[in-house]
């Protein structure tokens, strides 16, 4: 696969078919995982995957209370605009949140997940360059993900299913369930780059406007 077809396309895939995620793509991502960037080369890092249909189950019921806190919480305004607004932001929103309730209502059926876990590094540096590596290797090879931080409002609950030692300095940076999609590979609608970059100083225009992809 073209390294850029990945990039452009490798995003969020939740809607996903129970069908096994083959052992040797899950190999393949994890080594991909591995050749990430490391601060320091320290690879303060661990990887658990999941399928376990019941360890899944229980945790995609933690996974159940956790988006009903996000809505809640977090994302309370939002939600409620994307409920009473029909502007094109508003629709949007509510495309992602019927995506994430498929999740929530469906988790049970999801045939892998990676948990990756970091060390005396809150900043994330260097285990997202692994998850990401991971998500791009697993795209190579036709499956799709979607990374969620979420389950962070269940952590202790989260890592007593998993069996992840307390005492050790684990963090769980976040989980990212696997699958083959049931939809289509596309390029994800974004705001322009010349809307959100600049150039030396903030605000000063970046130089350049990209009004479609450069893909394909």
Known sequence: MDLREALYTT????????DPVPVEVQARLLDAAVRAPSGGNAQGWR??????KDQIAEIGALYAECIDMLWATVYKDKA??????????AKQFKKIMRSVTWAQENFATYPLLLFAFDQFDASGGSIFPAVWSAMLSARADGVGSSLTSVLAFKNDETLSVLGVPADEGWRM?????????TGTWAVAARRPVHEVSYRNTWGTPVGFEIDEPLWP
Do not use: Q, T
């Open 47 to 52: 990887f658990l995957l999941v399928d376990d």
């Open 11 to 18: 995003r969020a895939m939740r809607r996903v078919k129970p």
């Open 173 to 181: 940076s976040c989980c990212v369930p696997f699958g083959y999609p």
């Open 80 to 89: 409620a605009y994307a409920e009473s607004s029909d502007d094109p932001e």
